[in-house]
């Protein structure tokens, strides 16, 4: 994630929303800072590259969950943590 946000002026919170928004995810960025606002809203007219997009998604993430925290293994796969 820095490596991409290093060679291409975006932070990492930029990384990580444009990579949600390529897997097809909804998210849901908090801030009541409006620069912060603007930074998330700013990730519309770019992409990541496959091999940073494989990488990322080779990554177990923690999210949020309707049914708890669970992590997400890939499209359509998800891990609950009650289950590790």
Known sequence: MRRHA???CCS?????L???L???MS?????????RIKSNMDIF???????DMAVL???PVQVGAALGP????GPGTWCLTSSF
Do not use: F, M
């Open 45 to 51: 007219d770019w992409s990541l590259p496959a091999e």
């Open 57 to 59: 998604s080779s990554l």
């Open 18 to 20: 444009r990579w949600g």
């Open 6 to 8: 290093a060679t291409s």
């Open 12 to 16: 990492i919170q930029q990384v990580l």
């Open 27 to 35: 998210t849901i960025p908090k801030s009541v800072h409006a620069d």
């Open 22 to 24: 390529q897997q097809g």
């Open 70 to 73: 669970a992590y997400w293994r």
